[in-house]
């Protein structure tokens, strides 16, 4: 069993490729079948008329007693190179007044010649195949002719010559021994070259030659070209061909990252914790959805609700009071996930409390429906105190906010100064958990200076935008500030996303209170 788990594992491989890029296989397909589909439709019908011509033994050349000619391969293919020549074409040209399309090949390994010609009409097609094979029969037996022709008149002056050798021999009042044989041997190949004279006259009546039609050609009762459904099967199996190799093109090239597998090896090991499903209905990231609280039986919020769980097993030892949520760049969905966390955590009967710490971009308060104009800034800088800034989070009992506070020239230096440890040790002390939203790690450091304050740090990384070198470089970088991620969050993640070498994990059904089955959840994917 274990020997077929790695061909099952690329089969496996193959078939989410096919799947996750069947847009381009679709598109490939449905553009090479639109071509020949217009391709079809464009091209004007064509009729195609055969004719079968039977090759023979040519009589053209002087027989020999005793012997029966036959035809051979080679006689055959002369024929056909024969057929196309020139002097033929010519003739046809003369009579029918244009350059007729023909075509001529052997039937199998027989004696017969098949002459297709291809015309606009189907009569027509059936006149020029015709034409053509009678045109090609009287060139054949006009040259047969001249060859017995040419070969009666060798005949002749061969027997001139033995005449001439003879009456004066015979002529002779007493011929001797020698003499007389002679002239028996003289008369002997006489007689043999008259006999051969008189076959190749015989010949000649009968109208020689090596080619005859035996089946003339028939109007055709459908077309010829365009076929269209041979053409558009053909173009359907092309497209699926180009299609699929395209698809795996772009999936070689592609350097996002789709699936857990992908996340958690170009992390280094570290594990994904949450896998969080696409919302569907979020269809304007730019606009803030606190997904937790509008659908709080969704399969999304269940996810959230597992990260909560995995936390609480990655901290069974050492508790994790304070979390630092960063991801490789920006629109990866790391200030949802800290407001989403937020809130199940609360739920869940903690107090926690979000900390907004990305001093140059801060989102967190457009989730929360707070103000961020006072807040942790405001407490580094002395004028306000933490207890006057702390935000209680309306409808979540539990959760508060510490907004960012005016946004200073130079957020490294304030977030990596004594003050700012000090506000995280107050929060550790006055709160259960403390969640820190940051900003990405590649752009700036200040997720590097905020991860010394921090007992675990949770990366988020979105599926189809991330990419592999962004995963990397991040992981390198919390490697080298000592802080080496407790965990992966899998964000806007599909159905691929979540499958693995040996699991599939779903999102496609939701368990709400009042229900008693499974029911399908339209943000499944």
Not at 123 to 140: E, G, H
């Amino acid at each position: 069993m274990d020997e077929l788990e790695p061909t099952e594992a690329s089969l496996r491989n193959y078939f989410h490729v096919i799947t996750h890029r069947f847009v381009w296989l679709l598109a490939v397909v449905v553009l090479i079948v639109a071509i020949a589909v217009a391709f079809v439709a464009v091209q004007k019908k064509e009729y195609s008329a055969t004719a079968q011509l039977l090759v023979q033994p040519a009589s053209g050349s002087v027989p020999i007693s005793g012997t029966q000619q036959t035809v051979t391969s080679t006689d055959v293919l002369t024929e056909l190179q024969l057929i196309t020549s020139g002097p033929v074409k010519g003739q046809v040209i003369a009579k029918l007044g244009f350059t007729p399309k023909i075509s001529a090949a052997q039937v199998g390994q027989t004696n017969e010649i098949n002459l297709t010609a291809t015309a606009r009409s189907p009569v027509l097609a059936a006149k020029v195949a015709n034409n053509y094979a009678q045109i090609f029969v009287a060139y054949q037996r006009t040259s047969a002719l001249n060859a017995i022709i040419a070969a009666e008149q060798q005949l002749q002056l061969q027997i001139t010559a033995l005449d001439a050798q003879l009456k004066p021999l015979e002529s002779g009042a007493s011929p001797s021994a020698g003499t007389t044989a002679t002239i028996s041997a003289l008369a002997g190949q006489e007689a043999v070259l008259k006999e051969q004279l008189a076959q190749l006259q015989v010949a000649a009546a009968e109208t020689p030659g090596g080619v005859e039609v035996v089946s003339p050609a028939s109007p055709p009762t459908s077309p010829s070209s365009p076929k269209p459904v041979r053409d558009v099967g053909i173009a359907l199996v092309i497209g699926l061909l180009i299609g699929l190799g395209a698809e795996f093109a772009v999936e070689y090239f592609d350097d996002k990252v789709y699936t857990k597998d992908e996340a958690e090896r170009l992390s280094g090991g570290v594990q994904v914790l949450a896998i969080v499903p696409r919302v569907k209905s979020w269809t304007r990231p730019k606009r803030p959805m606190l997904i937790t609280e509008i659908e709080p039986f969704s399969p999304v919020t269940e996810a959230y609700r597992s990260l909560r769980t995995a936390l609480e097993f990655a901290g069974h030892d050492t508790p994790l009071k304070t979390i630092l949520i960063t991801s490789a760049s920006g629109a990866e969905g790391k200030t949802s996930t800290v407001a989403n966390l937020g809130v199940v955590l609360a739920n869940a009967g903690e107090r926690v409390v979000i900390v907004s710490c990305d001093l140059r971009r801060p989102r967190m308060g457009a989730f929360l429906g707070l103000s961020e104009t006072r807040g942790f800034t405001s407490v580094l800088l002395g004028h306000e105190e933490l207890k006057d800034v702390l935000q209680p989070v309306v409808n979540t009992p539990g959760l508060s906010l510490l907004g960012t506070g005016p946004i200073p020239p130079r957020p490294t230096e304030m977030l990596g100064s004594d003050k700012a440890a000090d506000i995280f040790k107050r929060l550790a002390t006055d709160f259960e958990t403390v969640l820190i939203d940051s900003p990405p790690l590649l752009p700036v450091a200040d997720p590097l200076v905020l991860s010394s304050y921090a007992d675990a740090v949770l990366m988020v990384v979105m599926v189809g935008l991330t990419t592999r070198a962004e995963v990397d470089r991040a992981s390198e970088l919390l490697e080298q500030a000592d802080a080496h991620p407790t965990g992966i969050v899998l964000n806007r993640a599909t159905r691929r996303s979540a499958n693995t070498s040996q699991y599939g994990y779903g999102y496609k059904y939701r368990y709400s209170p009042q229900t008693t089955e499974a029911i399908p959840d339209g943000n499944g994917s």
